[in-house]
Every structure is written in C-alpha cells, then in structure tokens.
C-alpha cells in the first residue's frame, strides 16, 4: 500500500513538473516569434512588447522606397509592396523618441498596425533601429 502511495506522489510530481517545463517552453517559442527590432536592451524590448502588446497590432517590416506628408511605402522581405498610413497619433520610436523626419528612404523599419480593405495598412507605431 505504502509503495502505490509513493508511486502517485511521484507521479504527481513528474506531471507537475512535466507540466511546467511544457509552459516554460510554450513562452519562450511565443516570444521567439515576436518580431523584436534589433540590438535593443532587454529593458527596450520590454517597453517596446508593452507597447505593442496594448496595441493588438499586426507588424510589418521591409525598406522604405518612398514616403510623403501622410503615408509610406514598404518594401517587403516577399518582394511585394506596402502602403503604410500614418497620422499625428501613429507613435515612431527607436532607441529614443523619434519624428517623421527620422524615416528616410532605404531605411529598414517595422511597422505595427492593422490592415486596410483596399490592401494598404493603417500604421500604429513604426520601429526605426540603428542596424534595423
């Protein structure tokens, strides 16, 4: 009797940990997927994922082949093309607070926002990074 109860505990304790380890690892693949900009600290990619993650955005990076007073164009890592919309409220940030002006040409960003009907994208904040 004493050894089935011994066997429970154990099994108890395998399962628990086996579980951990399996919510440990689920993390660590969702935050692996995160597209994170490049050479931040980890204080920056934590203001960065908050940032984000208030925002419920979905992300887009690639080369900035033109821009006006109001909207971008991206050039994806596919080949293909991205209208970026931005307004006074859309957040541009790198390493410090950044400005419209910080986008240039040939630059790479990220951009996090939401889809538009018509296939462009409305942008909620817009990543610049030094090597990005």
């Given at each position: 009797?004493k050894k089935i109860i011994l066997f429970i505990i154990v099994?108890?304790?395998?399962?628990?940990?086996?579980?951990?380890?399996?919510?440990?690892?689920?993390?660590?693949?969702?935050?692996?997927?995160?597209?994170?900009?490049?050479?931040?600290?980890?204080?920056?990619?934590?203001?960065?994922?908050?940032?984000?993650?208030?925002?419920?955005?979905?992300?887009?990076?690639?080369?900035?082949?033109?821009?006006?007073?109001?909207?971008?164009?991206?050039?994806?890592?596919?080949?293909?093309?991205?209208?970026?919309?931005?307004?006074?409220?859309?957040?541009?940030?790198?390493?410090?607070?950044?400005?419209?002006?910080?986008?240039?040409?040939?630059?790479?960003?990220?951009?996090?926002?939401?889809?538009?009907?018509?296939?462009?994208?409305?942008?909620?904040?817009?990543?610049?990074?030094?090597?990005?």
């Open positions: 009797m099994l108890i304790i395998v399962g628990a940990g086996a579980f951990w380890g399996g919510m440990k690892y689920q993390q660590n693949k969702i935050l692996s997927q995160r597209p994170f900009p490049p050479n931040l600290s980890p204080e920056q990619r934590q203001q960065f994922s908050q940032r984000v993650g208030r925002m419920g955005t979905n992300f887009l990076s690639g080369e900035v082949i033109s821009k006006d007073e109001k909207s971008l164009t991206l050039n994806l890592p596919d080949g293909s093309t991205k209208i970026i919309f931005f307004s006074d409220s859309t957040q541009i940030s790198k390493a410090t607070e950044g400005s419209i002006e910080d986008i240039e040409i040939g630059k790479q960003i990220m951009v996090g926002g939401e889809p538009n009907s018509d296939g462009s994208y409305t942008a909620k904040i817009i990543q610049l990074s030094p090597r990005f």
